[in-house]
């Protein structure tokens, strides 16, 4: 069940579009080592939350931060209660976080496009386009940074799905790939909300960045995936409906497989236990580019049918420091998880090679 408490806003720390970050303090306050009180940060979701204004008491939801979750450092607030009241028009009719008491009006890009009216029963089709589905978020920018150092004329999308966070405008990194031009659209799918463009699911997001001159796309969930220790618990397999979706509308499939030496867990130790998963369940052929020190530990993975690609990666740590992204997969960087970040290079190298020049 979720943990709300009452609290008041001590000061503004940062603020971005859709997202604002705060100082807090409990009002009335908890007793002393209540676990709500390991953290006095909270965050809003403006563009669900409304306004928040410094001084103003708030109701937040402390349900992570009691949990000791890695990704609960903060409170969320659901609302500014000395607010009178806020009303902010939808651009459209499709409601995201439905039936929930945070339902937003966000719109679909579904709803302006041409209704599919000709008759024919032919569905949409990508083209060709190549798509490269991931399993984690810190996957994106080592797959967006070596996809545009290889390819810096070409037009690359970044579809979220709902496997883990909700607001796009949560992600650090996204700010960050779309400020440095690594990234050039954003299309939220699912109940994912906050991109350039919203779509109802993954299938009509990527329709969506073909329609809008994507040249190629990376899919994958926004921070803080959920996972277990069994084959099947983890939102992590959503990549392989997400892969055959790609090939249902004639797009290239590429898997980005996360494979680790240095995690502590033994299921996540060379190819995870989750990628492996993926690659029973995907009923497509994809692709899987792998630096080719690694190739033969793919071997015979998805009953064989997959096409294990060699792609020698750029040296990442060099290319995130150039382009000054300091990212982490479960706290590790290049330097600890050398693997993990080479394949995601390795993908963003294939991924720009299969553009048309």
């Given at each position: 069940?979720?943990?709300?408490?009452?609290?008041?806003?001590?000061?503004?720390?940062?603020?971005?579009?859709?997202?604002?970050?705060?100082?807090?303090?409990?009002?009335?306050?908890?007793?002393?080592?209540?676990?709500?009180?390991?953290?006095?940060?909270?965050?809003?979701?403006v563009d669900?939350?409304?306004?928040?204004?410094?001084?103003?008491?708030?109701?937040?939801?402390?349900?992570?931060?009691?949990?000791?979750?890695?990704?609960?450092?903060?409170?969320?607030?659901?609302?500014?209660?000395?607010?009178?009241?806020?009303?902010?028009?939808?651009?459209?009719?499709?409601?995201?976080?439905?039936?929930?008491?945070?339902?937003?009006?966000?719109?679909?890009?579904?709803?302006?496009?041409?209704?599919?009216?000709?008759?024919?029963?032919?569905?949409?089709?990508?083209?060709?386009?190549?798509?490269?589905?991931?399993?984690?978020?810190?996957?994106?920018?080592?797959?967006?940074?070596?996809?545009?150092?290889?390819?810096?004329?070409?037009?690359?999308?970044?579809?979220m799905t709902?496997?883990?966070?909700?607001?796009?405008?949560?992600?650090?990194?996204?700010?960050?790939?779309?400020?440095?031009?690594?990234?050039?659209?954003?299309?939220?799918?699912?109940h994912a909300?906050?991109?350039?463009?919203?779509?109802?699911?993954?299938?009509?997001?990527?329709?969506?960045?073909?329609?809008?001159?994507?040249?190629?796309?990376?899919?994958?969930?926004?921070?803080?995936?959920?996972?277990?220790?069994?084959?099947?618990?983890?939102?992590?397999?959503?990549?392989?409906?997400?892969?055959?979706?790609?090939?249902?509308?004639?797009?290239?499939?590429?898997?980005?497989?996360?494979?680790?030496?240095?995690?502590?867990?033994?299921?996540?130790?060379?190819?995870?236990?989750?990628?492996?998963?993926?690659?029973?369940?995907?009923?497509?052929?994809?692709?899987?580019?792998?630096?080719?020190?690694?190739?033969?530990?793919?071997?015979?993975?998805?009953?064989?049918?997959?096409?294990?690609?060699?792609?020698?990666?750029?040296?990442?740590?060099?290319?995130?420091?150039?382009?000054?992204?300091?990212?982490?997969?479960?706290?590790?960087?290049?330097?600890?998880?050398?693997?993990?970040?080479?394949?995601?290079?390795?993908?963003?190298?294939?991924?720009?090679?299969?553009?048309?020049?």
């Amino acid at each position: 069940m979720p943990s709300y408490r009452t609290g008041r806003v001590v000061a503004l720390l940062s603020e971005r579009p859709g997202l604002g970050r705060y100082e807090v303090e409990f009002d009335p306050p908890l007793p002393t080592g209540h676990p709500a009180m390991a953290s006095d940060r909270a965050y809003a979701l403006v563009d669900v939350s409304g306004p928040v204004t410094p001084g103003h008491r708030v109701l937040l939801n402390t349900t992570a931060v009691e949990l000791g979750l890695g990704t609960g450092g903060w409170h969320v607030v659901v609302c500014d209660l000395d607010q009178p009241g806020w009303v902010q028009p939808g651009p459209g009719h499709i409601i995201k976080l439905r039936y929930t008491g945070l339902q937003v009006d966000t719109g679909a890009v579904d709803e302006h496009e041409p209704p599919d009216a000709s008759g024919t029963g032919r569905r949409p089709h990508l083209d060709g386009l190549p798509v490269a589905v991931g399993t984690l978020h810190s996957q994106v920018p080592t797959i967006a940074a070596a996809f545009h150092d290889a390819r810096p004329d070409a037009r690359l999308a970044y579809v979220m799905t709902d496997g883990a966070a909700l607001p796009l405008a949560l992600s650090d990194l996204v700010v960050q790939l779309r400020s440095l031009g690594l990234v050039d659209l954003t299309v939220t799918a699912g109940h994912a909300f906050g991109g350039d463009l919203e779509a109802v699911n993954v299938p009509s997001a990527l329709v969506a960045a073909a329609r809008h001159g994507a040249d190629a796309v990376v899919v994958a969930m926004g921070p803080g995936v959920v996972g277990t220790g069994t084959r099947l618990g983890t939102t992590a397999i959503e990549a392989a409906p997400a892969l055959d979706a790609v090939a249902a509308l004639r797009g290239r499939p590429v898997f980005c497989a996360r494979y680790s030496s240095s995690d502590a867990r033994a299921r996540h130790v060379g190819l995870s236990h989750h990628a492996a998963t993926v690659l029973d369940l995907v009923r497509s052929a994809v692709e899987v580019p792998v630096p080719p020190a690694i190739v033969g530990d793919l071997a015979g993975v998805g009953d064989g049918r997959h096409d294990i690609v060699a792609v020698e990666p750029p040296d990442v740590a060099a290319l995130l420091d150039r382009h000054g992204l300091h990212v982490t997969t479960m706290g590790r960087g290049p330097e600890q998880e050398p693997e993990f970040f080479a394949v995601c290079g390795s993908v963003g190298l294939h991924l720009a090679s299969a553009v048309p020049t």
